[in-house]
């Protein structure tokens, strides 16, 4: 759904699906109790980037 209830018509391509991503973590965060942006945490290593949730153990991939 868009703004005010609309459906709105998105398209796809390249090599990810940004938008089945989008709506996934969106889906995350509903189900997780919509947190606010103060219990989210960003890891940066040598070897990449990991988001999480209250714990850093409980990370995964950005």
Do not use: C, N
Request: glycine content about 10%; overall charge positive.
């Amino acid at each position: 759904m868009f703004r005010d209830g609309e459906a709105a018509r998105v398209w796809q391509s390249g090599p990810r699906r940004l938008w089945d991503e989008t709506e996934a973590a969106h889906r995350r965060w509903r189900e997780r109790g919509r947190p606010g942006y103060e219990r989210f945490g960003l890891t940066v290593t040598p070897r990449g980037q990991r988001a999480w949730l209250d714990d850093p153990a409980d990370s995964w991939p950005v």
